[in-house]
T-cell receptor
């Protein structure tokens, strides 16, 4: 069975500092990975997916199959980035989306 | 365009009581899901419905039942609530099972005393 691990429950950085939210996965097939974000008092929403290779709100994430990781990065954090971030893996065989435990990012002024 | 709508947003139950969480989507999606969110455990899939007329168990189905009433609506029922079911419940939908992009409701916070 697939598993998604986010080792940090809380990450606190100052505005303007780089940020990296870690995500590791275990899956025997070819993974499809996502980052979801939940801002305060808003619903959970998709931030980005690895197949798109896009940058959203300055965030990027690269799939590293050798290290089985999909870390989320941003070079200069902003206060409005404060939110709960979830890494998720889509199981193409069973069609299930498995979430990690989440990391709360706090960006201090 | 409301997207995914859940009711109620908040509910307090006593142990042993029953209740139903309602979910409706107006995006003409085929697949719908119920997740629970607990601190440190992320979101765990309770049940899902690939299409109208079908339902399947997810990771944590015990203590719950679901009904896919029609293409728009997918309800989650707790027959005899337990304190371990205190959680935030999220309904989600997507066009098909073949994609990992889900559209979420705002969540329903349930407390079982």
């Amino acid at each position: 069975a697939q598993r998604v691990t986010q080792p940090e429950k809380l990450l606190s950085v100052f505005k303007g500092a780089p940020v990296e939210l870690k995500c590791n996965y275990s899956y025997s097939g070819s993974p499809e990975l996502f980052w979801y974000v939940q801002y305060s008092r808003q619903r959970l929403q998709l931030l980005l997916r690895h197949i798109s290779r896009e940058s959203i709100k300055g965030f990027t994430a690269d799939l590293n199959k050798g290290e089985t990781s999909f870390h989320l990065k941003k070079p200069f954090a902003q206060e409005e980035d404060s939110a709960m971030y979830y890494c998720a893996l889509h199981d193409n065989a069973g069609n299930m989306l498995t979430f990690g435990g989440g990391t709360r990012l706090m960006v201090k002024p | 365009n409301a997207g995914v709508t859940q009711t109620p947003k908040f509910q307090v139950l006593k142990t042993g009581q029953s209740m139903t969480l309602q979910c409706a989507q107006d995006m003409n999606h085929n697949s719908m899901y119920w997740y629970r969110q607990d601190p440190g455990m992320g979101l765990r899939l309770i049940y899902y419905s690939a299409s109208e007329g079908t339902t399947d168990k997810g990771e944590v189905p015990n203590g719950y039942n679901v009904s896919r009433l029609n293409k728009r609506e997918f309800s989650l029922r707790l027959e005899s609530a337990a304190p371990s079911q205190t959680s935030v419940y999220f309904c989600a939908s997507n066009p098909t099972l073949n994609t990992g992009e889900l559209f979420f409701g705002e969540g329903s916070r349930l407390t079982v005393l």
